[in-house]
């Protein structure tokens, strides 16, 4: 008996990784004109969260490993949207958003909230429940399996 063949298009990490960068480019290109890449506004939301955020924290709760987030954070650095602030112990530094960055962080986030509210919108509230439902069940699987 030979073993199951995967089949690409059902198999279900792949498909939310597809779902994923589909509206991850959609989204960005709803705020192309902002001037900031998807990689730089992850960035800016992870450190949007906190007064001030460590860099390897960034690389904790984004999906971008830690050369990704080294790129954007100097990109966002050089644009003056996020400074760099030193710690006691040199070693870590923290991130934070500028007031420019705090601003421009505001206007992304409106059309970031715009367009997930869009998507959902587009679902019946009953499929809406069950699917945020079962994306939360899939993430607390997924973190007790680690």
């Known amino acids: 008996m ?14 939310i990784v597809a779902l994923g960068r589909r509206m991850s480019e959609a989204l960005g290109a709803a705020y192309r004109n902002e001037g900031i890449s998807i990689p730089e506004w992850r960035v800016m939301a992870a450190v ?15 999906p971008m490993d830690k050369m990704a987030v080294s790129r954007a954070v ?11 602030e030193q710690r006691r112990d040199r070693r870590v530094s923290t991130l934070k958003l500028t007031a ?5 962080f505001e ?14 919108q587009r679902l019946p509230p009953s499929t809406r429940k069950a ?14 399996a680690e």
């Open 107 to 120: 206007r992304i986030a409106a059309i970031a909230l715009r367009y997930e509210d869009s998507l959902l």
């Open 100 to 104: 420019k960055g705090e601003t421009l």
């Open 48 to 62: 949007a969260q906190a007064p001030s955020v460590a860099a390897r924290d960034v690389v904790a709760v984004t």
């Open 74 to 84: 100097a990109a966002l650095e050089r644009k003056g949207l996020i400074e760099r």
């Open 131 to 144: 699917f945020l439902d079962g994306l939360a069940a899939l993430e607390t699987v997924e973190r007790a």
């Open 2 to 15: 030979s073993a199951p063949r995967l089949k690409l298009d059902a198999f279900t990490p792949y498909r």
